[in-house]
C-alpha cells in the first residue's frame, strides 16, 4: 500500500498544479497510506509520506 501511495504522489507531481486529476491522485495515496498506517502504526516512513502528502493538499486547496 505504501509504495502504491507513493507511485501515485509522483504521478500527482506530472499534472498541473490545481488540476482535478492532481487532487484525486493525492487523496488515493493519502487513504493508501492511512490504510498502511493502520496496518503498522508505528512506521515512520509511511507517517512522513502521510504528513507530506496532507500538505501537498492542503496547499493545492487554497
Known sequence: MFRWGVALQQRSRLRPGSSKEKLKLLQQAKRLYEDALDMD???MQVK???SLCV????????
Not at 55 to 62: G, M
Open 41 to 43: 502504526s508505528n512506521n
Open 55 to 62: 500538505s501537498e493538499l492542503n496547499y493545492r486547496q487554497f
Open 48 to 50: 512522513d509520506a502521510l
